[in-house]
């Protein structure tokens, strides 16, 4: 579209008109410093005509005039196929060209609206006024384009769904195979085979109807049958199984290569490992699963029992789980002592496997326990900040009794004599609530496992190549310690939580709650970062040469582990070039209403005549209301209701009632959101035949009053993605008064800059609605009650209370901004939107001009001339508010201040005050364009007109009359399954990107010492693996591919892998994993260990019924090398035996109900000496198996201890 500014065209036109002279418009601040009274415009004022409620004759008259007065309008028309520009600049209407065919189309409707308009009249895009400013900041538009210009192109594995698709199957965590990617849902588990990622979708209903919305574009994927929700997922490569949580308790196997159809797949080998939810779980070194619950409680399941039932068959299900649930080993049981334990009670967060130590990291939300992974002692327990702890930790009984305590020491009242000592009622008021308002924010966050003020909570763990522990926090923090529980080094690159890691290479991955991905090196610098989605990163993991990210909505992405790098420019020239391919387009059109119903109720007729008339042909409805329910009392009530985030109110609730009679809501229309603040409502409904392409609604709420914190003035906001559009309708109630521009010019970039949109707060819910607190409630009721005297009396020392009556989504921004520790301004939400509108009663007036002179131009309906004198388009004109956006010319009377009850244009207040008219009911947006756009397309997806701008003057159930504005938006989106399909072609056939994937494929050339060991007891040997390659690190992992006992006969032994590849527990290889410098070398010592196994009884059953016997036994230790960024790996095989022989002797005591353990002594023999240690041995003996790249960690130096 070329917007073209209407300038001086039509002075000539105007220059008749010398009663009315023209005046140049400014800002009204300068205005006000200009003339401190108004001046009177004419020599002579007309009498009015209001009274007679008609239109006089002389408008006729000066019909052609009144629409040519556009010599200060900034204005510009809306372009569209029916709308041309002629060359000298003025806009032409109408596919012919004659702007006098627009203009009796335009001509006057009445001063009241009426039944059956013209509907050629309505489908008409009206001309618009372009405020300026929104060219730069946070106001600019955002930058679209069909591959993101900011960030690295990437497999879209599964598209964003809409949120309200995947009730009761959100996916919550995601693990990778070398073939597969498994993701654990709220319903069970899904499977992503590797060869079909770039497959197109389903479609709805699609592969016999299992398909379901949310789904349809996603890549084919496989279900498990229905569990209790996934709470963690992790692959053990070494049995071909993948092990998971369940929020029942219960941990299941699922295997990796059982033929997958259409059918739901079915667990293995399952077993109730805790009452509550299984929140992390981890295989060790030695090949031991760990699992942990809420409560700091950590088991360990043996691999020897999970082995034995792994074999059993199927008809032997329950004898298998049974088998298993008696192993367990109770960590927290052997650390405690008469009952007091010597580690954390709070849930544990993480488990980690250091695999290069042999040790095992838990993590709570403030400390972490080091245990070994062999011996299973506890080695050292320590706090975030590093330093060592000696916990005696409460339980959570006695913990919720000390808030509780807490509590009542806030709210308990005083003694008569207390009272009368030292403070004013006034004070104590303060004090109540200043107290209340702490405890609630406590108790609101308590669910969360820590305070508001606890920024420092651990949220992941990673092991990274060469041996160092990462860590990160809710402030963003990224903590790096060795392998001893030493804090080392600490980052902050970001203000945000971290919420996952993930390792690969020489690079650390990290995944914040803000939807950011960053890529740091081993020391710590920041290589990139990028966003990733547009809600938080909850996982990330890595196969087939991607980095997959899934956030909280439940899409998964694929980020190149080469990114950001050269591939990712070759793909986005490619892709962006194939836009027309995946482009799709679709329209909509959005009723939006907006009156201040001054504390009033509305008839049926007046809904009918704002609303019902006027939805027959949109999709969706946004209705926003301004004083719905005011005074002191409930303003006070609604702010404490606020800070433990509830919020409406009965009278709101009817308004939402009657509006959806009127919208016929049971029938056509379904109720999507809404969101009150004391008196602002905003309530969206969308057209049923729509609702598969709108959702992932959320709420906002920002109060500009009394501190910014009461919510008689401020804003509402509604969210919604429609046609993977986002758009926002943000419903405000500015300052009052003439005078007052500067004010609400404030409150509105404070409402700009700080709505911040997010689902309604269950864990606020639940935490004010449970029954230990409800006295707390009463408090606040009180608390409130004080709050209303003060309000009334209007102290200032209130607006120190503002932080504590604020919306809990608020509270925990602020929190986190304040301790990232990070500079940057975070980008407002609004600003992100693709479309948004504002809309209420805004409260600009008209000035310069007196109300006698106001009400004759209305009379004579010289709005153009009135529109010179408002506050709103001199203040957008010079950019001081809603910089960059639009409205639709507005040819309707003033809006504000009528009489109730009384019809027609003489309800303008006559009263004492005589208020000047003024249009204080607007609604305002804008769209994706930046420059002039005809039509959306990616770079410009949504391109908006308006068909329609009125007021309703037939409606006189309140002092402000309801307007409504229709826009016709026009939505251009790509196809998600189309476009994937693009993407594989380009990364399967590209000659350049085929050139960068071969040079990816190189692995340095490494050499070993030796490929075969013999032990004897208590023996240790040195093996030495040397990088021969001058330009590249090597990153090694070794892991014992299997055990087996050696056979007389000679008869090939059958080789029986560990849990993950775990090593036996006689074995020991320090360090198993690290880097290797160019042209360096590590030496890796392979150790023989003590080993003796305890059986435990309890009524004479054996809790552990396995014991391992490591005579005559060896096992093939692998040695995995690859490059710093490689995506293939070679394998070197080491055979190392140990003989033995000997008797094991076993002690038996007394077996009562307490855990008593038994042991074995073990008599030793010579032992006889098989083979000697080999040379170094050339690299053609090895075994040379490059394949794809496992999800490994990187490394980049020696594997520090």
Known sequence: MDDTRIEDDDKDALAGLSTIPLRKIQSHSQQLRANSTPQKRHNKVRKHSLDEAQVPDCFEDHQQQYYNDSSDDDFFPYSSSSTTTASSGTPVFGGGGNTNDYLSQRMDRGLCMEDGQDESRQLQALPEFIGSGGTNGIFKVPVRAPVHPGRPPCLELRPHPLRETQVGKFLRNIACTETQLWAGQ????????????????????????????????????????????????????????????????????????????????????????????????????????????????????????????????????????????????????????????????????????????????????????????????????????????????????????????????????????????????????????????????????????????????????????????????????????????????????????????????????????????????????????????????????????????????????????????????????????????????????????????????????????????????????????????????????????????????????????????????????????????????????????????????????????????????????????????????????????????NRRNADFDHIYRNMVFSRSSNLLNNAAGMVPYLFLFCSLVFSAYLFWLLYSSGFSFALSVAAGVTTSAQVLRAANAAAGGNSEEPKPELSEADMVVFLGDFNYRLFGISYDEARDFVSQRCFDWLREKDQLRAEMQSGKVFQGMREALIRFPPTYKFEKHQAGLAGYDSGEKKRIPAWCDRIIYRDNRATSATNSSLECPVVSSILQYEACMDVTDSDHKPVRCIFNVRIAHGDKSVRRQEFGRIYRSNEKIRSILEGLSYIPETTVSTNNIVLQNQESTIVRITNKYAKDTVIYKIMCEGQSTVKEDGETPELRPRGGFGLPRWLEVTPAAGIIYPEEFVEVSVSHKDFHTLEEYVDGIPQNWWSEDTRDKEVFLVINVCGSCSTHSYNHRVRVRHCYSGKSIRIDSKSNHSRKYQGGLIHRSDLRQLSTLTDAIDDSQHIKTPQEARSKTPSKNHPRS
């Open 186 to 741: 709220e319903c069970g588990i899904r499977v992503w085979d590797f060869d079909r990622a770039y497959d197109p979708g389903y479609g709805l209903g699609g592969s016999g109807g299992r398909v379901r919305r949310g789904d349809e574009d996603a890549a084919p994927f496989h279900e498990s049958v229905n569990t209790s929700p996934t709470m963690c997922v992790m692959v053990d490569s070494g049995n071909r199984v993948v092990w998971t949580g369940h929020k029942d308790g219960k941990i299941r196997s699922w295997k990796m290569d059982q033929p997958l159809d259409d059918n739901p797949f079915k667990e293995g080998l399952s077993w109730q490992a805790h009452r509550g939810p299984v929140l992390s779980m981890v295989l060790t070194s030695h090949g031991d699963l760990w699992s942990g619950a809420e409560g700091g409680i950590i088991k360990i399941w043996p691999w020897e029992s999970i082995e034995k039932s792994l074999s059993l068959k199927a008809e032997e299900r329950h004898m298998a789980a049974l088998l298993v649930e008696r192993s367990f080993v109770d960590l927290r049981s052997q650390v405690s002592v008469n009952g007091v334990c010597s580690i954390s009670s709070q849930d544990i967060k993480c488990l980690l496997s250091d695999n290069v130590r042999a040790k095992v990291w838990s993590a709570g939300p403030m400390s972490f326990s080091l245990w070994d992974a062999r011996t299973r002692e506890l080695l050292k327990v320590f706090n975030v900040d590093g330093q060592m702890e000696n916990r005696v930790d409460m339980s959570a009984v006695q913990q919720d009794q000390a808030v509780e305590d807490e509590m009542k020491v806030k709210f308990v009242s005083p003694s008569k004599k207390e009272k009368s000592q030292g403070t004013s009622f006034l004070q104590r008021s303060r004090n109540a609530i200043m107290g209340a308002a702490d405890a609630v924010r406590r108790v609101a966050t308590k669910g969360t496992s820590a305070f508001v003020e606890d920024v420092k909570r651990t949220e992941a763990l990673v092991l990274a190549a060469d041996g160092m522990i990462w860590s990160g926090c809710t402030n963003g923090l990224l903590v790096q310690w060795d392998g001893n529980g030493n804090r080392m080094q600490e980052f902050n690159f970001h203000p945000c939580a971290v919420q996952c890691f993930c390792t690969y290479g020489a690079r650390v991955y990290v995944g914040y709650v803000s939807g950011v991905v960053q890529v740091l090196d081993l020391e710590g610098n920041l290589v990139a970062g990028w966003v990733a989605h547009n809600s938080p990163v909850i996982k990330l993991a890595v196969g087939a040469g991607y980095v997959f990210s899934l956030a909280t909505h439940g899409g998964i992405r694929g980020w190149h582990i080469t990114s950001p790098g050269p591939l990712d420019s070759v793909i986005r020239s490619e892709l962006g070039g194939k836009e027309l391919k995946y482009t799709k387009r679709d329209h909509v059109r959005i009723l939006v209403g907006t009156w201040n119903v001054g504390q009033g109720r509305a008839s049926n007729d007046s809904l009918m005549s704002w609303l019902g008339s006027a939805v027959s042909d949109v999709g969706i409805v946004v209705v926003g209301l301004q004083e719905v329910e005011m005074g002191a009392g409930f303003l006070a009530m609604s702010a404490a209701k606020e800070t433990v985030g509830l919020e409406g109110s009965s009278v709101g609730q009817w308004w939402l009632d009657t509006i959806g009679k009127a919208l016929d809501e049971s029938g056509t229309f379904e109720r999507m959101g809404s969101r009150q603040l004391a008196g602002l409502l905003i309530s969206l409904w969308v057209k049923k035949d729509l609702r598969p392409f709108v959702g992932d609604i959320d709420a906002g709420a920002v109060p500009c009053g009394f501190g910014r914190a009461i919510g008689n003035k401020g804003g509402v906001g509604l969210r919604i993605r429609v046609y993977d559009r986002i758009v926002c309708f943000v419903n405000c109630h500015l300052a009052a008064h003439l005078e007052a521009v």
